[in-house]
């Protein structure tokens, strides 16, 4: 069973930087791609960019100029990492195994809240 | 930008009903290229339906997917009670390379 979760601070400053973590356990981490998805509260879903360990990450248009997603295959872990956060950051975040061109494994998310 | 447009918003159903969800591309899209999720309040999204048609490990047979082209289609063949909850379709774009998702379509309890 793979279980990705989701961990990070859920609160963070207006113009700072958010970062999570996803730490995913099962399954084989290395041989998937894995994706970042943001839902606002009581909004739709958005996906944020996509990673495979072995290499090639690919982001959202609308995003890809302050996000970075990176592995650390050793602690089968990935990361996000989003500048210059606006209110309109908040959300809660999610990561999630590829199976195809879907998601078939995800974790729980977790709120961020971007306040000043 | 391919957009994916989900018909009806909200749909009010009794259990033992048969629904269908619409999801309309504005450009043809590629089947495999196509997923249905489920969602319900404070739950991470669960897959339901990828490549237009096969369901997921677990999903019961009530849940089919089909559709080609720009037209894709949900159907649920007999309401659960657990089956009312938000669905969202999503699409891959291969020259992003990257997904997009509709706009969701909310089944509620009449």
């Known amino acids: 069973q793979v279980q990705p979760q989701e961990s990070g601070p859920g609160l963070v400053e207006t113009s700072g930087t958010l970062s999570l973590t996803c730490a995913v356990s099962g399954g084989s981490f290395s041989n998937d791609y894995w994706s970042w998805i943001r839902q606002p509260p009581g909004k739709g879903l958005e996906w944020i960019g996509q990673l495979h360990p072995s290499g090639g990450t690919y982001y959202s248009p609308s995003l890809k100029s302050r996000v970075t997603i990176s592995v650390d295959s050793s602690k089968n872990q990935l990361s996000l990492t989003l500048r210059s956060v606006t209110a309109a950051d908040t959300a809660v975040y999610y990561c999630?195994?590829?199976?195809?061109?879907?998601?078939?494994?995800w974790g729980q998310g977790t709120l961020v809240t971007v306040s000043s | 930008e391919i957009v994916l447009t989900q018909s009806p918003g909200t749909l009010s159903l009794s259990p033992g009903e048969r629904v269908t969800l619409s999801c309309r591309a504005s450009q043809t899209i590629s089947s495999i290229y196509l997923a249905w999720y489920q969602q319900k309040p404070d739950q991470a999204p669960r897959l339901l339906i990828s490549?237009?048609?096969s369901r997921a490990t677990g999903i019961p047979d009530r849940f089919s997917g089909s559709g080609s082209g720009t037209d894709f289609t949900l159907t649920i063949s007999r309401l659960e009670p657990e089956d009312f909850a938000v669905y969202y379709c999503?699409?891959?774009?291969?020259?992003?390379?990257?997904?997009?998702f509709g706009q969701g379509t909310k089944l509620e309890i009449k």
């Open positions: 999503q699409q891959y774009i291969p020259s992003l390379p990257g997904y997009t």
């Open positions: 999630a195994r590829h199976r195809g061109y879907a998601q078939d494994y």
């Open positions: 490549g237009a048609s």
